[in-house]
């Protein structure tokens, strides 16, 4: 007979593991279940070529876990987690051989902007002096007053009079801005693309844009390392096809988008709330390829081959009518790509002159076209001669990610549309979204706020809904490494 626990978790990406961390630091029984065979969700790392270099399979820079209040108590590097700092936090080519560099340093950043290096600052430099507080109201999924008001209204400021993008005299300064809002993989310009460019655009002048050494897969290792040491436990290759199966459990988290859920409840649902899941929208589609390659990206501009991220996509308005197609569902031959080089940053990913290139594509929902022909055409562009370096290449595209991760709908690797609506209301408007109808039944994943990324927040907050809904426990139990030898 099946043990009876305090709580389920359904999904072991970064949410689901924070959800388990918080729940089994509050003293309860927990269970996690993985349908993969290993754990991480968008954590996880493959040895796809050769048995010495690992990819990322999905996410590879983490922003927002050096940022997250989840992370930030959870404490990465007393767990041995080292998170490195690139020389260049994210580099945007321009197709004549510019590139916007945006430098941890904000005065670094601002003197290679030249003529808009005022306007930058004027946007960033407030925002950096009041990170924490921003992060911490962003990331609260905007359901808490905020610890630090004048953070929000800068933030205000700087949206609603839908400018952020505009005010500079150049191009570069723009084009770069425009590649970190297209993080938010929707319209631009648009109010959620434009928080985004201020949310990431300002972290890489405060905690930075970082890169596991290693890999990401080291972080989902903690977590797991941590929920195990307070009595957790974790199953894989253990696919939840009905919460039945979790009758056991007093509460259940489900790591999994709005469209698990209403499968996962079989009915159960009140139609009304069915009816607001059954609305949620995915948004444009991710299409991956990852490279093993013999040497590092021969960027036409070197100064490129500096930094953690790239992103590839031209001018501010060459990027925002890429992601206006991407929404439309009409594939180009010129999508905007994400690329990272994890040994420019990580010496240690490179072995024996083989490395790993990441990147992938924003693409229309569902694209099936292959990957690894469209971004290493992309990448030639801005890095000639970068298809004779490949040793081996695979690719997964939009419409196969599903496959691999059931919460990438179409290879939506946000798992659900950032609109403005969707980021403030997902899935459903409700003051605690997390909670579902059902008894005991939470949503914790990147389906609800804060929305995707590596942050562990909506775990967390899912998390605290539970003990506070199910257990009735209003105290959030204390996240930090209890025992110095806590390591990866
Ligand atoms: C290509 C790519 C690149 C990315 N790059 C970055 C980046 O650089 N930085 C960053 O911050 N974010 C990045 N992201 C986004 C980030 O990975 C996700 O936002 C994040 O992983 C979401 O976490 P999650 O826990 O909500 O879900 P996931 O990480 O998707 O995990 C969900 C887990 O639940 C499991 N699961 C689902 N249904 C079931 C079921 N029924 N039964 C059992 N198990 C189930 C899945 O197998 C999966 O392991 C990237 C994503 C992709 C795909």
Not at 150 to 168: I, K
């Amino acid at each position: 007979m099946t043990q009876t626990v305090d709580a389920a978790i359904v999904g072991t990406g970064p949410n689901g593991l924070a959800a388990a961390v918080t729940l089994a630091r509050a003293g309860l029984r927990v269970e996690l279940h993985e349908a993969a065979a290993s754990i991480g969700g968008g954590l996880r790392g493959e040895a796809y070529f050769d048995s010495d270099v690992r990819h990322d399979v999905c996410s590879a820079v983490h922003p927002m876990a050096a940022a997250s209040p989840f992370f930030r108590e959870f404490d990465l590097t007393a767990r041995g987690v080292e998170l490195l700092g690139p020389e260049i936090g994210y580099a945007h080519p321009l197709d004549d051989g510019r590139a916007g560099l945006a430098y941890p340093d904000l005065d670094a950043t601002c003197d290679g902007l030249g003529e808009d290096g005022r306007r930058w600052r004027q946007l960033m430099e407030p925002l950096v002096e009041h990170s924490t507080g921003l992060v911490d109201f962003i990331m609260s999924g905007q359901r808490s007053l905020p610890g630090d008001p004048a953070a929000v209204l800068l933030l205000a400021a700087r949206l609603l009079p839908r400018r952020a993008l505009s005010g500079f005299r150049g191009d570069v300064a723009p084009a770069l801005l425009a590649g970190v809002a297209a993080h938010a993989v929707g319209k631009l310009p648009s109010l959620a693309a434009d928080a985004v460019a201020m949310l990431l655009g300002h972290l890489a002048h405060a905690t930075g844009w970082p890169l596991p050494r290693g890999g990401s897969e080291r972080i989902a290792r903690v977590m797991a390392d941590d929920v195990r040491a307070h009595g957790g436990t974790i199953h894989t290759g253990s696919h939840i096809t009905s919460l039945r199966q979790l009758d056991h459990a007093r509460a259940v988290l489900l790591d999994t988008t709005p469209t698990q859920l209403l499968t996962l409840a079989e009915g159960r649902l009140p139609a009304g709330y069915a009816r607001q899941l059954r609305r949620f929208r995915y948004g444009p589609g991710a299409t991956k390829a990852d490279f093993l390659v013999s040497e590092p990206v021969p960027w036409t501009n070197p100064d490129v081959g500096r930094a953690g991220t790239v992103h590839l996509g031209g001018s501010h308005t060459a990027i925002a009518r890429r992601e206006r197609l991407a929404v439309r569902g009409e594939p180009t031959d010129e999508p905007f790509v994400l690329l990272v080089e994890p040994a420019a940053t990580d010496p240690g990913r490179a072995h024996k002159g083989k490395r790993p290139v990441w990147a992938y594509a924003h693409v229309p929902n569902g694209d099936p076209r292959d990957p690894v022909a469209l971004l290493r055409s992309r990448i030639e562009k801005y890095a000639p001669g970068f298809g004779d370096t490949v040793l081996a290449a695979r690719g997964v595209a939009a419409r196969d990610y599903e496959s691999y991760n059931p919460n990438y709908v179409g290879g939506d690797i946000g798992a659900g549309a950032m609109t403005l609506y969707q980021s403030l209301a997902r899935p459903v408007p409700r003051l605690d979204p997390w909670r579902t109808p059902l008894p005991g039944v939470f949503l914790c994943s990147a389906s609800t706020p804060p929305g995707p990324g590596v942050h562990g927040m909506c775990g967390h907050l899912a998390a605290l809904s539970a003990l506070r809904n199910r257990f009735g426990v209003r105290e959030a139990p204390a996240l930090g490494p209890t025992a110095p030898g806590v390591r990866a």
